[in-house]
């Protein structure tokens, strides 16, 4: 089947403005992952979602940083008022269950804030 | 807290060359040790997960091992299509269900 795919894949937008960033997971994965990548630096866990609930926000930057999940499929990483700093790829990843052991990871969206 | 340190940051080798990239970590109560490959401008792709130091386990001209504090990926008779960033991760076993990434290695695979 299709794997974890991300939109858009590319979004460059000005300071102070909102985001979003969608991610649809691989069908059946109750368990959904946000990571954000800077650049020469290791994937930084921001949030996960087990079904449509967040037991862990802790990676979250700020209160800027937001994120919900329907239906058990899509989320959605909300950016609010961007600041230049926020400049990264956002890479979403899933698994059949949290207790899982492989994440699998969508292409990323690269965000640019001028 | 999780951290997961990799060397060396860069590697180049010639084709057909083999080499092994080193993966350190401390974690509490490992859940597990991933290896991930990235090629530019793309996300992760799984290549192994490890659970107990012993294990190995190998993928075409990969090997990836584990001992207590560190993992390794040999990479045996590299071809150029070998050359992306390889990224390390750990995953606790303590209610916490994300993975702490390594910077990666980035190998250079020359012809």
């Known amino acids: 089947g299709a794997g974890v795919s991300q939109s858009p894949s590319n979004k460059v937008t000005e300071k102070g403005k909102d985001v979003e960033l969608r991610c649809d997971p691989i069908?059946?994965?109750?368990?959904l992952y946000w990571y954000r990548q800077r650049l020469g630096q290791g994937l930084e866990f921001l949030i996960y979602?087990?079904?449509?609930?967040?037991?862990?926000k802790s990676g979250l930057p700020s209160d800027r940083f937001s994120a919900e999940r329907t239906g058990e499929s899509v989320s959605t990483l909300t950016i609010q008022r961007t600041q230049q700093e926020d400049s990264a790829v956002y890479l979403c990843?899933?698994?059949?269950?949290?207790?899982?052991?492989?994440?699998?990871f969508g292409p990323g969206t690269r965000l640019l804030v001028l | 807290e999780d951290q997961v340190t990799q060397s060396p940051e860069a590697l180049r080798l010639q084709e057909g060359e083999s080499s092994s990239l080193n993966c350190s970590y401390t974690?509490?109560?490992?859940?597990?040790l991933f290896w991930y490959r990235q090629d530019p401008g793309k996300g992760p792709e799984f290549l192994f997960t490890?659970?107990?130091a012993g294990e190995e386990k190998e993928k075409e001209r990969l090997k990836a091992t584990l001992t207590k504090k560190e993992s390794f990926l040999h990479i045996t008779a590299p071809k150029p299509e070998d050359s992306p960033t390889y990224l390390c991760?750990?995953?606790?076993?303590?209610?916490?269900?994300?993975?702490?990434f390594g910077t990666g290695t980035r190998l250079t695979i020359i012809p």
């Open positions: 490890l659970y107990s």
């Open positions: 974690v509490s109560g490992l859940r597990g």
């Open positions: 991760a750990v995953g606790s076993n303590f209610g916490n269900e994300k993975l702490t």
């Open positions: 979602f087990q079904g449509n609930s967040a037991p862990d």
């Open positions: 069908s059946g994965h109750t368990a």
């Open positions: 990843a899933s698994s059949f269950i949290a207790e899982a052991e492989t994440q699998y």
